[in-house]
T-cell receptor, first 114, second 109 residues
Framework: GAVVSQHPSWVICKSGTSVKIECRSL??????MFWYRQFPKQSLMLMAT?????????EQGVEKDKFLINHASLTLSTLTVTSAHPEDSSFYIC??????????FGPGTRLLVL | GEDVEQSLFLSVREGDSSVINCTYT??????LYWYKQEPGAGLQLLTY?????DMKQDQRLTVLLNKKDKHLSLRIADTQTGDSAIYFC?????????FGRGTSLIVHP
């Protein structure tokens, strides 16, 4: 089946630093990639939708200057959490959509901001 | 209420059947999905059902759909400890999913 990877799988950083998370579709091209945030014991919250070569569409309440998304190719999207603070600590999951059927999810990146 | 509702916990004995229920509000989705999330991992697509079907069986998994009542269920036969995870029900508007909050399945010996 389709495989999506995320890197890193976990990251610890100091408050005020920026963190970049990569999402790659390994064996298919993704016309669209999605970024989700998941709090403990909660469902996934869609943060933004990104199409290759265009600006991401952010969900209401998600700061686009805080969560920078770049979708440079059909197999790679990056999420940069800028000037991270402890409240940004969360589990970030990406998914990739090949244009039919369903999305395929990455394994997630756990971010801890100290 | 929420767009997709699921009970938060289900505890079963190993070898028994598990039934995870879900109700949803939007009946326009072509497919309805079940995802599995193991601790610290992303979501794994388990199975899905076309909205015009009322049942789909896939090995130990049986999905039942009652479109009139907007009720979806996932039955896992002969539940094993490896089935312990959080199970999410989801539907799509276009390609944007709406997830339930997930049901934590706990399998005990």
């Amino acid at each position: 089946g389709a495989v999506v990877s995320q890197h890193p799988s976990w990251v610890i950083c100091k408050s005020g630093t920026s963190v970049k998370i990569e999402c790659r579709s390994l064996d298919f091209q993704a016309t669209t990639m999605f970024w989700y945030r998941q709090f403990p014991k909660q469902s996934l919250m869609l943060m933004a939708t990104s199409n290759e070569g265009s600006k991401a569409t952010y969900e209401q309440g998600v700061e686009k200057d805080k969560f920078l998304i770049n979708h440079a190719s059909l197999t790679l999207s990056t999420l940069t959490v800028t000037s991270a603070h402890p409240e940004d600590s969360s589990f970030y999951i990406c998914s990739a959509y090949p244009g039919e059927e369903t999305q395929y999810f990455g394994p997630g990146t756990r971010l801890l901001v100290l | 209420g929420e767009d997709v509702e699921q009970s938060l916990f289900l505890s079963v004995r190993e070898g028994d059947s598990s039934v995870i229920n879900c109700t949803y509000t939007d009946s326009s989705s072509t497919y309805l999905y079940w995802y599995k999330q193991e601790p610290g991992a992303g979501l794994q697509l388990l199975t899905y059902i076309f909205s015009n079907m009322d049942m789909k069986q896939d090995q130990r998994l049986t999905v039942l759909l009652n479109k009139k009542d907007k009720h979806l269920s996932l039955r896992i036969a002969d539940t094993q400890t490896g089935d312990s995870a959080i199970y999410f029900c989801a539907y799509f508007r276009g390609y944007i999913p709406t997830f339930g909050r997930g049901t934590s399945l706990i399998v005990h010996p």
